[in-house]
T-cell receptor, first 112, second 116 residues
Framework: KQEVTQIPAALSVPEGENLVLNCSFT??????LQWFRQDPGKGLTSLLL?????REQTSGRLNASLDKSSGRSTLYIAASQPGDSATYLC???????????FGSGTRLQVQP | DAGVIQSPRHEVTEMGQEVTLRCKPI?????LFWYRQTMMRGLELLIY????????DSGMPEDRFSAKMPNASFSTLKIQPSEPRDSAVYFC??????????????FGPGTRLTVL
């Protein structure tokens, strides 16, 4: 059974800092990996999707990498802003099961 | 497109009552997912449909839970009878799956259920 772990559980940084969120998964047989953002009391917003054949994806200040063989992904946020404060969730889609297995998330707070 | 639509947004009910949650997926999407989010267990898949057919219901906690998708634009998740431990946020998501295509899942705003 796929298990997804996110480290750290919580992170507080001053505005302007670059930061890295980590995600690991136990079964490398995946179709893709997706990073989401969740604001308090809100739904999930998709940030980036990395296909299993890809190494990274970029969107604005966000860069996500994938090392499928080692079961790891990182989300890099450049020049963090207070508006980036949210919970970031990592999720993987296993081959043969077209649904997502989620990590428990990293709660990020960017101090102005 | 309005995105995935869920109703109600909030539901407060008493133990033993029937609860029905509703979802309208994004038009053109052929797969629909129901997830539940709690503090203790995080986000977990309950069931998903492909072309209106249930494919994986292994996450449905027990017989009190049932889900239907009578057509491509509507799905319900029913809990009967409800219990306090069912209190959670229930999310619906949809996507378009075509063979090995890698499309994102899009989530609705969720229904916050409180069972007293």
């Amino acid at each position: 059974k796929q298990e997804v772990t996110q480290i750290p559980a919580a992170l507080s940084v001053p505005e302007g800092e670059n930061l890295v969120l980590n995600c690991s998964f136990t079964d490398s047989a995946i179709y893709n990996l997706q990073w989401f953002r969740q604001d308090p009391g809100k739904g999930l917003t998709s940030l980036l999707l990395i296909q299993s054949s890809q190494r990274e994806q970029t969107s604005g200040r966000l860069n996500a990498s994938l090392d499928k063989s080692s079961g790891r992904s990182t989300l890099y946020i450049a020049a963090s802003q207070p508006g980036d404060s949210a919970t970031y969730l990592c999720a993987v889609e296993d081959t043969g099961r077209r649904a997502l297995t989620f990590g428990s998330g990293t709660r990020l707070q960017v101090q102005p | 497109d309005a995105g995935v639509i869920q109703s109600p947004r909030h539901e407060v009910t008493e133990m033993g009552q029937e609860v029905t949650l509703r979802c309208k997926p994004i038009s053109g999407h052929n797969s629909l997912f129901w997830y539940r989010q709690t503090m203790m267990r995080g986000l977990e898949l309950l069931i998903y449909f492909n072309n209106n057919v249930p494919i994986d219901d292994s996450g449905m906690p027990e017989d009190r839970f049932s889900a239907k998708m009578p057509n491509a634009s509507f799905s319900t998740l029913k809990i009967q009878p409800s219990e306090p431990r069912d209190s959670a946020v229930y999310f619906c998501a949809s996507r378009n799956i075509q063979g090995l295509s890698y499309n994102e899942q899009f989530f609705g705003p969720g229904t916050r259920l409180t069972v007293l």
